[in-house]
């Protein structure tokens, strides 16, 4: 893939868990450098979400953060504490919002692409680790009063 494409596509999906970050918790994250993966494994433990998407560019995103955080999303959404599997539904939820926000910011920048999104997964755990399997992924770090947010964006090497 063309390294400003992918840039551009990296970009999206920054934008995307911003703003709605923000449009949620009425609070900023401050987003980190783009850093090149360097390794094809994304190891992490907490709240994961999973988001996948295909089309003219296909790849897979990653956004990782602490229960806390995911508590404190929650909280501001609900005006309650979760349980587990309340934080499941928020992270799911939160996942949705963003790749909906960054395929349409996708496919409006490379009309014509047709990148659609697959439903989200999350788990909760301690040392979960993803495979990058055939993908170039970069890394995103957000640093918030509430915690960090890990974004890793996975593109397939064969995508246009």
């Known amino acids: 893939m063309d390294k400003q494409v992918a840039e551009q596509i990296i970009r999206s999906f ?3 868990t911003m703003n709605v970050y923000r449009s949620l918790t009425n609070t900023e994250l401050v987003p980190g450098g783009i850093e090149k993966a360097p390794s094809l494994l994304f190891k992490t ?3 994961v979400i ?8 296909a790849g897979r995103t990653i956004l990782a953060t ?3 955080m995911m508590e404190f999303i929650h909280e501001c959404i609900m005006d309650e504490k ?3 599997d309340d934080l499941l539904v928020t992270a799911n939820e939160f ?3 963003v790749i909906g926000h960054a395929v349409t910011d996708i496919n409006n920048r490379f009309r014509g692409s047709n990148v659609r999104p697959t439903p989200p997964s999350s788990y909760i755990g301690e040392n979960l680790t993803f495979f990058n399997f055939k993908m170039s992924a970069y890394n995103v770090v957000f640093k918030s009063r509430h915690g960090d947010l890990k974004l890793n ?8």
């Open 14 to 16: 920054v934008g995307a």
């Open 95 to 97: 996942g949705n919002m």
């Open 153 to 160: 964006v996975a593109l397939e090497e064969g995508a246009k």
């Open 50 to 57: 999973l988001l996948s998407f295909s089309g003219a560019f």
């Open 66 to 68: 602490s229960e806390k």
């Open 82 to 84: 979760p349980t587990q």
């Open 45 to 47: 433990s907490g709240v």
